[in-house]
């Protein structure tokens, strides 16, 4: 059993920049303030003491229970991105308040289906510091924290549902110190009136909304450049505008060395079920472009190939990609990547396309499935 204690406060304090929270600081907790201290925590499973402050770290807390339906439907997810990015900085703490009774063989149970660092909240004062300092009354609720070399204080970058889209770009851009929630928040009106224009097929003022946003910081708002692709392609029907698009920004995620929006795009180009047609070629080279950028020692990159040598019908070849992918697998992701190997070996032995899991074709942070959240028990 692993407890916090005021050594690891202080340990926590000294590494990740923390600023202790006292009752006056409880008041208020928003997107832009310091990060609260973890004292009280007991760990179930793992622990945060080995974080150090030397580059960038991503600190998600978040606040879940056994008994929460929508947590559950979340906890894949997140492990997913805590294997896919815990090399790059990312550490991911579950925070329940429930007895340890009660969480210690519900981890256990889920084995690598939950990796990351589970903490019970018992007396529940992190959930004071975090969930009722913000107003947060909904579970699951995460919070994604930052800090960097040289900062005096870690800072809140997201506040929010762990299965919504802007979770995942706040922590994947949050590692390379790209993201910028003001900025976010600068183009949300943006945003809005972008959609806006799409829905009433003016097309012209969307995408001049689309292209300021996305020029506010084109590495934070490459989703919403694949967005604009997506809408040229599919409601416009510009696909000879659309191909023309996607070349571009081939070229700028290259020129930004964005690996994660690499295979956002390769998966859009390739594989999207939204999308009405497919760039295979295109695709390739996003994705071999991914994998130059990953290394060719990252299993996602070499499956976001694998991925794409399927979809244009070169099964042999995606077989052989994606044994590589699952032999260099971290344990807990090799039962995903074996069964997107199973499903590619019975295409090229049947000769046709057959059901590919779902995990194999969607992008880290496009989780499918509502938003869901219910009443944290007082």
Not at 46 to 52: K, Q, T
Not at 129 to 149: D, E, N
Not at 231 to 236: A, Y
Request: net charge neutral.
């Amino acid at each position: 059993m692993i407890r916090t204690t005021s050594i690891l406060a202080l340990t926590l304090v000294a590494t990740l920049g923390l600023a202790p929270v006292g009752p006056q600081d409880q008041k208020k907790l928003a997107v832009g303030d310091a990060t609260p201290t973890l004292d009280g925590l007991d760990f179930v499973q793992g622990s945060i003491e080995d974080m150090s402050a030397s580059g960038t770290k991503v600190l998600v807390v978040e606040f879940w229970a056994t008994w929460c339906g929508p947590c559950l439907k979340s906890i894949p997810h997140i492990n997913e991105m805590y294997e896919s990015y815990k090399d790059q900085g990312l550490v991911v703490v579950g925070v329940s308040d429930e007895k340890r009774s009660k969480v210690e063989p519900f981890v256990k149970k889920r084995g690598s289906e939950m990796s990351y660092p589970v903490a019970i909240d018992t007396e529940k004062k992190v959930n004071d510091a975090f969930m009722v300092a913000s107003g947060q009354k909904g579970i699951p609720c995460a919070f994604v924290t930052t800090v960097q070399a040289g900062q005096t204080a870690g800072k809140v970058v997201y506040i929010g549902h762990p299965m919504a889209p802007e979770f995942e770009t706040a922590v994947r851009l949050s590692l390379t110190g790209r993201y910028d929630p003001v900025l976010t928040k600068k183009a949300q009106p943006l945003l809005d009136a972008a959609r806006r224009a799409i829905g009433t097929k003016n097309y012209k003022d969307g995408y001049k909304r689309f292209d300021e946003v996305i020029a506010l910081d084109p590495a934070i708002f490459a989703p919403i450049a694949i967005e604009k692709y997506g809408v040229m392609l599919n409601d416009e029907g510009n696909e000879a505008g659309a191909k023309a698009y996607a070349a571009e920004l081939l070229k700028g995620l290259v020129a930004l060395g964005d690996a994660a929006a690499l295979r956002d795009l390769a998966v859009a180009l390739s594989s999207d079920p939204a999308n009405k047609s497919y760039d295979y070629d295109l695709a390739m080279q996003a994705a071999e472009a991914m994998l130059k950028i990953a290394g060719k020692n990252d299993p996602t990159a070499l499956a976001t190939v694998a991925g794409v040598e399927y979809a244009r019908g070169d099964f042999a070849k995606a077989v052989d990609s994606q044994k590589k992918a699952y032999r260099i697998a971290s344990p807990s992701r090799k039962a995903a990547f074996k069964a997107t190997l199973d499903a590619y070996e019975l295409a090229l032995k049947k000769g046709v396309k057959v059901k590919v899991p779902e995990t194999a074709q969607v992008p880290v942070g496009t989780p499918k499935g509502p938003v869901e959240t219910v009443p944290a028990k007082p």
